[in-house]
């Protein structure tokens, strides 16, 4: 009964997924030509075709984890928006429901926001570069079963991403 339970215990520990050093060792980085920012980011994810303005990309996984990267100019109307104003305008306009946050940063230049919709785990990351003028992005998607996987994968991508 004992040997029993021990190999229950054993078992689930290896159904749980973890973030492996050696694999991350592996880890490619994508440079996007038009907007020069990069980022780094595991084998396990697959490059979608880029799209013909050359703004960003976008990369799956088979456990139905998504991210993307992009670029966009930071001046509607002729003037660059700061960080509130840039936070405002995604809640405002992108469709996606950002009333489960549960991690915000901000500051100058950064935005982070983190949290739950139904199933999944959203976190984004945007940076204000070349003075303002250019939002460089990373929005990552992933299954709350995965999560104890994602969330290291996740902190790992967003500490290398780089601004153009």
Do not use: C
């Amino acid at each position: 009964m004992l040997f029993a339970r021990r190999a229950l215990v054993l078992f689930s520990m290896a159904a749980v997924p973890v973030f492996d050093e050696a694999a991350a060792q592996s880890w490619q980085t994508y440079v996007n030509p038009r907007y020069g920012f990069s980022i780094d980011y595991p084998p396990q994810f697959r490059a979608a075709p880029p799209p013909a303005n050359g703004d960003g990309r976008d990369f799956a996984a088979t456990d139905e984890a998504h991210f993307s990267v992009y670029g966009e100019l930071n001046n509607p109307g002729g003037k660059e928006r700061t960080i509130p104003e840039f936070e405002e305008y995604i809640r405002d306009s992108s469709g996606s429901d950002y009333s489960h946050v549960t991690y915000r940063f901000a500051d100058a230049g950064i935005l982070v926001l983190s949290g739950v919709r139904g199933d999944r785990v959203f976190y984004e990351k945007y940076i204000l570069s070349q003075h303002g003028q250019i939002v460089n992005a990373f929005v990552m998607t992933y299954p709350t079963g995965a999560k104890a996987l994602y969330d290291a994968i996740a902190a790992r991508m967003s500490k290398s991403l780089h601004p153009g």
